[in-house]
Structures are given as structure tokens and as C-alpha cells.
């Protein structure tokens, strides 16, 4: 039962920081430099996701898993060719869910 406890408290903190921040600046207009930045935490997350699998036990697994090599290879010359992470992200997870699928 105190684990049912635990998950619904980190929740709903984690919807009521969320949501207070959309509260408080979500209608006012943020500076250039704020904007600039807020557009790279995307890339930021998904990149300390895919460091922390290079970690000293992972880096062998990771790199003799075909789905995760070939997407993380896609998603690299999508990125590069479309400049859109979007695009970048997209042909990554169709690659991985095709060969994890076929593999």
C-alpha cells in the first residue's frame, strides 16, 4: 500500500510543478535567450537518455543491439539532413519498432 502512496504523491507533485508553471508563464511573453533555450531541452533529455546507456556495463549491450544502433545511426542522418528533431526523432523510432519487430 505504500507504494500506491509514494507513486501518487510524486504525481501529483509532478503535475502541480508542471501545471504551476504553465500557470504563472504561460501568458506572458518570455525573452529571446529564454525561448532559445527552452528549445533545446528536448534534445538535452534525449541525449542524457541515450548517454546513460553508454555507462561502462552498457556500452557492450548497447552496441550488439542492431534496433538501437541502426535508429540511433537514422536518427543522426535525419537530423542532419531535415534539421528538425522531429524528423530526427520520428525515423528513429520507426527503425527501432520496425527491426525490434522483425529481429
Known sequence: MTAWIVFAVAGIGTYLSRGLF???VGDRVL???V??????IGPAVLAALTASL?????LGVF???VPEV????????AGLWRR???????????????LSFLL
Open 22 to 24: 504553465i500557470l504563472m
Open 31 to 33: 525573452p529571446e535567450k
Open 35 to 40: 525561448e532559445r533555450g527552452l528549445r533545446n
Open 54 to 58: 553508454l555507462t561502462t556495463d552498457g
Open 63 to 65: 552496441l550488439t543491439s
Open 70 to 77: 541502426a535508429a540511433m545511426v537514422t536518427g543522426v542522418i
Open 84 to 98: 528538425s528533431f522531429t524528423a530526427s526523432f520520428t525515423a528513429a523510432i520507426i527503425v527501432w519498432a520496425a
